[in-house]
């Protein structure tokens, strides 16, 4: 019997702050931070379990506003791309919505409010989901995979799952909700059939913490990542 071809998808943003969630969570359940510096090749290839795994495809942005969140970002996905052969990163937009400053009744588009140093961020995601729904169409389109994953709990992504199961010959689209986000009823309803990632699959999906590149030189998980 000819396997089933697997396509995962994940939705960046909605895994990372799924994976906070937990790190924050007490008991049995709770993550370390060291959950941040994921295998996602190794978890990709856990959530499709029988079927061969085509492509790994990667939504997020380049996050701005703070140099030290940068940084740690940086060193994520160079680490993952040279780790990960079958991983596509797709990138959207980070924008820092324009907002009016509490402290100095003023409007601001800057991290810190210039008059009195007041934290303003209200950051926005743009593209992801787009690009999202857009591959996953492609890709069924194109017959690239019999069945996708979609590791993501966001609602707005009911449409294209819809989409993609009514195709004829049908395809199977199922959605794999992060630990420490929310069962959303809407996808379950849409997709095939939907499971949660377990923490423990995300425990056993970590990357080394050196990463040697190409050219002799490493990266290293970063140090705030390390324990806690």
């Known amino acids: 019997m000819t396997r089933k071809k697997a396509i995962v998808y994940i939705d960046g943003f909605n895994l990372y702050f799924g994976l906070k969630a937990s790190v924050k969570f007490k008991g049995k359940r709770r993550l370390t931070r060291r959950s941040y510096w994921l295998d996602l090749q190794k978890l990709a290839e856990s959530v499709v379990r029988d079927a061969d795994l085509v492509a790994v495809k990667y939504f997020t942005a380049r996050i701005k506003?703070?140099?030290q969140k940068q940084l740690r970002q940086n060193a994520f996905l160079n680490a993952v791309q040279i780790?990960?052969?079958?991983?596509q990163i797709f990138e959207g937009r980070y924008l820092l919505r324009r907002i009016f400053c509490s402290?100095?009744?003023?409007?601001?588009?800057?991290?810190?409010?210039p008059s009195c140093q007041n934290k303003n961020v209200y950051p926005e995601e743009k593209k992801s989901d787009v690009n999202v729904a857009t591959q996953m169409m492609q890709d069924?389109?194109?017959n690239c995979f019999d069945i996708a994953y979609l590791?993501?709990?966001?609602s707005d992504f009911v449409p294209p799952i819809k989409a993609i199961c009514s195709m004829t010959p049908p395809k199977i689209v199922a959605v794999a909700f992060p630990p420490g986000q929310g069962r959303s009823k809407e996808l379950q309803d849409a997709?095939?059939?939907?499971?949660?990632?377990?923490?423990?699959?995300?425990r056993q999906s970590l990357l080394p913490d050196t990463i040697e590149k190409f050219d002799g030189t490493s990266i290293f998980i970063p140090d705030e990542w390390k324990c806690g």
């Open 103 to 113: 402290q100095c009744r003023q409007h601001h588009e800057l991290f810190i409010c």
């Open 140 to 142: 069924a389109y194109e």
């Open 191 to 202: 997709a095939s059939f939907s499971f949660f990632i377990p923490v423990n699959g995300i």
């Open 65 to 67: 506003g703070n140099y």
């Open 151 to 154: 590791i993501s709990s966001d």
């Open 83 to 87: 780790h990960c052969p079958k991983l």
